[in-house]
């Protein structure tokens, strides 16, 4: 089980960083595309900066993985290891939309320990520690109990035609946000099917699994953090009831694409 009060200080460093961001969301902030497709704004590394200076001064010995940090292959020898997103769903950010939180995980051998959504401009603040549940504001949530696969609910801008017998609920740009409304019971279903980066999912990760939900790679094994490549093949996590069939579903999917 994690230590309490290593996980306030976690939730007290995510909240000053929310902050931050906060405060320059909506106005006139530089950002760029690192890639094609992929934006990102001098507030993203201003709050990794914040992050990344915070959290070491909590655990000297922890090593360091972000999406705005070159990678560096020494945390592979650490036995724990910050894994953050400064800014998760930085689209929404750069958008003025809501759907974007800071994203904090403690990982200890493989196994995210503590996980912290920060979401100011929703208001959200979504915290799980190993072993002792999930809340959102301080209460604690818990996933559905959906089990029948046809009529999940799916945050999402569009469903394809093979998937027209889910439904469609309002989608946040921050897939992290988009697995803790699995956790918060606002969604039944979220699956990707392609590589991702640990540092989307690792603490909404563990929020949704300390809520009750499954969560897997998208073909249902389990998901493992502070790895070489840093990046899990898709995300699943659904109410318990469904995994099954969610897995099977994505299965498929995948066997199409690749006829």
Known sequence: ????????????????????ALRHWRTDFHRWEKAPNDPVSQVDLDVNTLLHARL????????????????NADRLACGRVWVVDPIDGTRDYIRGRDGWAVSVALVEQ??????????????????AALGQGATRNGAPIRVGDRREFIGSRVPTD????????????????????RIAMVAADEADLVATLRW??????AAAALIAAE??????????APLVFNTPSAQA?????????????AVARLSDRARRLSA
Request: glycine residues 10%; negative net charge.
């Open 158 to 177: 569009g469903l394809p035609k093979v998937d027209s017998d889910l439904v469609v609920v309002a989608k946040p740009n921050s897939i992290a946000l």
């Open 211 to 220: 809520a009750g939900a499954s969560v897997t790679d998208a073909f249902g």
């Open 1 to 20: 089980m994690a230590d309490a009060k290593l996980a306030d200080a976690v939730a007290a460093v995510a909240a000053e960083a929310g902050a931050l």
């Open 110 to 127: 493989g196994r995210v320990t503590i996980g912290v959504l920060d979401a100011p401009a929703r208001g959200d603040i979504f915290r």
């Open 233 to 245: 093949f898709g995300v699943l996590a659904t109410t318990p009831g469904i995994h099954a069939a």
């Open 196 to 201: 991702g980066y640990e540092w989307d999912i």
């Open 56 to 71: 070491s001064a909590l655990l000297p010995d922890a090593g360091w993985l972000s999406e705005e940090t070159a990678d």
